[in-house]
């Protein structure tokens, strides 16, 4: 690894160092006795008599790296020059150990342990939503930190999923936090006041943070430098991890480019079905797990997914965009929907569930089904969405998102509201208040707070502007279709006075 001068006089403060340091880059890789004739490198510091610049100056060393220097005093440039070398040695040597971490089964976990060595404070790596991978769980008694035990209790994640471990005040946390994992002393900062916390990234994004805690608020640049080397060995797991993920999947690239729009070759398909042993007649439904925050956690997505992968493996698992989709063979229901209902539980993640299909030909729209089973619903208590239960807004969704759904409202119902706004009637309203009620007078009647008479000259004016027959089954239809297309579009076509569960056909 590539030390600075800052983590050189750290190191060199027994000695009686110091410093003029107005870099103090990483980018130095060994030591070197200085040579008035040898070009100086940036990978090197120069080691050197202070004698050789100024005269009647004895027993002092200097350092020299770019604008950099250290001044030791009371030793010789041989002895200078073993405790530099002996100081990459130790730093060689606990890098090496570092990336011997990197391939440990828990290597996480493994990475943090052999931190903990040279910082010797406690510690987590964590995601940005603070749910813990690795956490300090060792230091001496002369290290404790008051408080440090409630976060040693959180479970880390993803290696043995989570002890739900539910906080008294943690309804004042947003919901993008999962309150199973909230180091509460952390965040309150009651116990911790002094930290060090360096960004993680994947994919060039901060996906999380490795956190020191100290108790003098005084932390050398040195240890900042450490800490941003460790928090990149971090991203370079993230990274492999998630490439890794990725290249399982890639035997469904062809259909992630269906869903995509793209157009795939029948004999792709037929190919698909021979793998996976399905006859091309098998009744198939497709499940859609999505996370339910903008801040997801990545590395649990990608686990999710390949547990399930490993769970269903005459199924097909694959991530797209910011969703896990499984299509499975309608008789493995009974066997998958368990496990999916289990990670449901334990994540902030819900489900949702297409109609049964044949042929993978049409995934697109048995995808955007499952999508609009988990948009529709009204019940996000309940994690497991069907989009049998919100077909009727399913298909009017879909409408207005692939077509020009204005073209398909009947005119005369726009004319109804121009003679509302003329006339100041409330025909639209009630033509609306009617269909919700399924055409009964007495209940549309009570709900308009107006005498039955009032209704029957309001319809029969209705009547005769919309030219339709609006007691015919057919029409009633059609016109519930047009008001589910013109909700929401504009507070002048919304009936005002209505509640939000009469708003719902």
């Given at each position: 690894?590539?030390?600075?001068?800052?983590?050189?006089?750290?190191?060199?403060?027994?000695?009686?160092?110091?410093a003029?340091?107005?870099d103090?880059?990483?980018?130095?890789?060994?030591?070197?006795?200085?040579?008035?004739?040898?070009?100086?490198?940036?990978?090197?510091v120069?080691?050197?008599?202070?004698?050789?610049?100024?005269?009647?100056?004895?027993?002092?060393v200097?350092?020299?790296?770019?604008r950099?220097?250290?001044?030791?005093e009371?030793?010789?440039?041989?002895?200078?020059?073993?405790?530099?070398?002996?100081?990459?040695?130790?730093?060689?040597?606990?890098?090496?150990?570092?990336?011997?971490?990197?391939?440990?089964?828990?290597?996480?976990?493994?990475?943090l342990?052999?931190?903990?060595?040279?910082?010797?404070?406690?510690?987590?790596?964590?995601?940005?939503n603070?749910?813990?991978?690795?956490?300090?769980?060792?230091?001496?008694?002369?290290?404790?930190?008051?408080?440090?035990?409630e976060?040693?209790?959180?479970?880390?994640?993803?290696?043995?999923?989570?002890?739900k471990?539910?906080y008294?005040?943690?309804?004042?946390?947003?919901?993008?936090?999962?309150p199973?994992?909230i180091?509460?002393?952390?965040?309150?900062?009651?116990?911790?006041?002094?930290?060090?916390?360096?960004?993680?990234?994947?994919?060039?994004?901060?996906?999380?943070?490795?956190?020191?805690?100290?108790?003098?608020?005084?932390?050398?640049?040195?240890?900042?430098?450490l800490?941003?080397?460790?928090?990149?060995i971090?991203?370079?797991?993230?990274?492999?991890?998630?490439?890794?993920?990725?290249?399982?999947y890639?035997?469904?690239?062809?259909?992630?480019?269906?869903?995509?729009?793209?157009?795939?070759?029948?004999?792709?398909?037929?190919?698909?079905?021979?793998?996976?042993?399905?006859?091309?007649?098998?009744?198939?439904?497709?499940?859609?797990?999505?996370?339910?925050?903008?801040?997801?956690?990545?590395?649990?997505?990608?686990?999710?997914?390949?547990?399930?992968?490993e769970?269903?493996?005459?199924?097909?698992?694959?991530?797209?965009?910011?969703?896990?989709?499984?299509?499975?063979?309608?008789?493995?229901?009974?066997?998958?929907?368990?496990?999916?209902?289990?990670?449901?539980?334990?994540?902030?993640?819900?489900?949702?569930?297409?109609?049964?299909?044949?042929?993978?030909?049409?995934?697109?729209?048995?995808?955007?089904?499952?999508?609009?089973?988990?948009?529709?619903?009204?019940?996000?208590?309940?994690?497991?969405?069907?989009?049998?239960?919100?077909?009727?807004?399913?298909?009017?969704?879909?409408?207005?998102?692939?077509?020009?759904?204005?073209?398909?409202?009947?005119?005369?119902?726009?004319?109804?509201?121009?003679?509302?706004?003329?006339?100041?009637?409330?025909?639209?309203?009630?033509?609306?208040?009617?269909?919700?009620?399924?055409?009964?007078?007495?209940?549309?009647?009570a709900?308009?707070?107006?005498?039955?008479?009032?209704?029957?000259?309001?319809?029969?004016?209705?009547?005769?502007?919309?030219?339709?027959?609006?007691?015919?089954?057919?029409?009633?239809?059609?016109?519930?279709?047009?008001?589910?297309?013109?909700?929401?579009?504009?507070?002048?076509?919304?009936?005002?006075?209505?509640?939000p569960?009469?708003e719902?056909?």
């Open positions: 690894m590539k030390l600075s001068m800052w983590i050189l006089l750290d190191e060199l403060n027994a000695h009686g160092a110091k003029a340091i107005q103090g880059l990483c980018e130095i890789t060994n030591a070197r006795l200085f040579s008035f004739d040898e070009p100086l490198s940036a990978e090197y120069y080691i050197a008599r202070m004698g050789d610049f100024y005269d009647n100056v004895q027993d002092q200097l350092l020299m790296h770019g950099d220097i250290i001044f030791i009371g030793i010789d440039i041989i002895q200078a020059l073993n405790h530099v070398l002996l100081i990459f040695d130790k730093y060689r040597h606990w890098n090496l150990r570092l990336r011997q971490a990197c391939l440990e089964l828990n290597h996480f976990q493994a990475i342990d052999v931190a903990h060595d040279m910082f010797l404070c406690p510690m987590f790596f964590g995601h940005k603070l749910r813990i991978y690795a956490i300090t769980r060792q230091y001496s008694e002369d290290e404790v930190y008051v408080g440090w035990d976060v040693k209790d959180l479970n880390t994640m993803p290696a043995s999923l989570i002890k471990k539910i008294p005040d943690m309804k004042k946390y947003p919901e993008t936090i999962d199973v994992a180091p509460t002393s952390a965040l309150e900062r009651k116990s911790f006041c002094y930290q060090i916390r360096a960004n993680c990234y994947l994919n060039g994004n901060v996906w999380g943070h490795f956190y020191l805690y100290y108790k003098e608020p005084a932390v050398d640049h040195g240890v900042m430098q800490a941003r080397h460790v928090a990149d971090y991203g370079e797991i993230l990274d492999k991890t998630h490439n890794k993920n990725m290249e399982r890639t035997m469904y690239s062809f259909l992630m480019d269906m869903l995509d729009g793209k157009e795939i070759p029948d004999v792709a398909l037929l190919n698909h079905y021979w793998q996976k042993g399905w006859d091309e007649s098998a009744e198939l439904i497709m499940f859609r797990l999505a996370p339910m925050s903008m801040s997801n956690d990545e590395l649990l997505f990608d686990w999710m997914c390949t547990n399930i992968a769970k269903s493996v005459h199924s097909i698992v694959f991530p797209y965009k910011n969703s896990i989709v499984i299509i499975i063979q309608e008789c493995e229901i009974p066997t998958i929907l368990p496990h999916i209902e289990s990670l449901l539980s334990i994540s902030r993640y819900h489900c949702g569930v297409s109609f049964s299909f044949t042929g993978l030909e049409n995934i697109s729209y048995y995808y955007f089904q499952a999508g609009c089973a988990i948009e529709c619903s009204a019940n996000l208590e309940n994690r497991l969405h069907y989009f049998k239960d919100y077909a009727f807004l399913g298909y009017t969704q879909f409408v207005k998102t692939h077509t020009k759904w204005q073209n398909f409202i009947v005119p005369s119902l726009l004319k109804l509201i121009e003679v509302d706004k003329q006339q100041d009637s409330e025909y639209y309203k009630t033509l609306y208040c009617l269909l919700v009620n399924q055409g009964r007078f007495n209940k549309t009647s709900q308009l707070y107006i005498h039955r008479n009032t209704l029957k000259y309001r319809i029969d004016k209705i009547t005769q502007i919309l030219d339709m027959d609006i007691f015919d089954e057919s029409v009633c239809v059609y016109l519930r279709f047009c008001f589910a297309l013109m909700m929401e579009e504009s507070p002048v076509i919304l009936p005002p006075s209505l509640s569960d009469e719902k056909f």
